[in-house]
């Protein structure tokens, strides 16, 4: 438990290690208290609006079932009866694979996930949607707790890759192909919220995770800084497992040290 | 309107189920309990259509058969499980909640932190927001010590948690991280100029809360600490 935090330096070593250390605190806030609309709601993690409607309809189903099957039971004790009865149970077990699978996927990776920093090295309008400014992400990250040092390496691995990207600098040989991946990736169906490992050569044990900015989870609705924080879990890679997280996660302090980044000036 | 007098309007108005929605920001969704209820008058039309059929039966002079009768048994035994047993299928929120607008008291609260818009002239939003409110009687007959408390309350979302009484440092840390609902925190009285039983709850704020002679009027549960044993009571309950 430390002082509030309103501004944090990059160069701030206690005040990095004290956000850090916040961050982790009000995540745990979220666990403890099952607040999961905190990082999304559930099942909207790993569900669709498409798939909670259609769980309510096999609840309303599953009711409807059971009502018909007593009016029917005042009648006969015939197969209609029985074969009403043997379909009450069968839709819940649709409700499940349709919806409960989803929400235990959605809480599952809420409880693992960890908040971290990511430092952005390209990023592309998502040309599907023409009314909203939603961005689609490549960025370096650590996937572990992050601390200073670890924040650092996140920062200068972003820097350099993102020069290599805008041409700034040159680019290495064995890194042409990786480079050339995220320049001229626009393909929205590759922004899932999926992790690959980065060649030693940028930076040992960081990623390159690729995920979707939805702007009413940024300050001002619009993404303008090279860093933003995400949650995600360490342990799986898989489409879904990093989503930006909203500011009240990252505080006052990560918010001053995402807006020390602009987008627009070379890192 | 004193408190009595509130607790006996929330008590009629619970009667004709109509509390539970002015209560309630947004609807829950669909209620296994309420569905549990609906399916009782199902139950009981099989129930009287075979009676039905066993009389028409009998009245041709034989005998029921007893399987029938053990039939009738069974659909009555369901009929009156669902009668007598829907509320066992409530969740835990909607239990607490019934229990609150049976059993609540109705107490005085100060807001100690609610979101800017909350006091826009146009609002007509519920936004979520910190009160202290207090079980003394005293904080009813002095609803300035109490808004007071608030304003020193809420000045300890900006001290240093690391130089805090470990009973302070748990206000100050949901003051500061402002995320809802959390547990209610109790408060000591020492910060609450005497007032004794005063607890730090997030809620969600009507528009136009009910106020009760200079302080507003919350529902709660006596020590019960969870989130939702707090409302504030809307305007709309007078």
Redesign the interface.
Known sequence: ????LHVVAATDEAGLRLLFQEQR??MA??RD?A?WH?LGGVPQGFGSPKAALRG?HL??GF?AV???A??????T?GPVLWGAAALAPLLLVARDLAFGRHVRATVRLYRRAILVPVSIVHRSLDSTLDDLEVWNVSAVLSPLAPDPASFRRVLEAGARLRAMVERRSEVPGPLADLVDAIKSDIDPAHFCGSRVPLPEAIGAGLELARFVVPPRLLPDERLTSRLLFVFLDPGNRAPGHVRVAQP?LY?EGGESLSAAMPWEAKP | MNHAAIRDRLTELEKQRKLEKLLAKDDAGLSWADMAWLLQIPAFCGVAIHVVRIGLAASGGQEPPAEDLAWALLLALIAVVLHRGWPMFRTRAERLGHRLRRAGVVVPAAIVQVNHAHFADDNREWHPGSILLSFDPLAAAHPQRLSDAAQRIFALRELDRRTLPAEQVVLAWDLYHSMWPVKSSPVPAELCDGLRDCVLATVMLPPEPLEDGGALAALALPRDLSPDAVRVLPGEVC
């Open positions: 438990m430390g002082p509030p605190a009000r806030v979220v208290h607040i905190w309510v609840q309303l009711v059971i009502a018909v007593l009016v029917v039971a005042g009648f004790r009240l505080g």
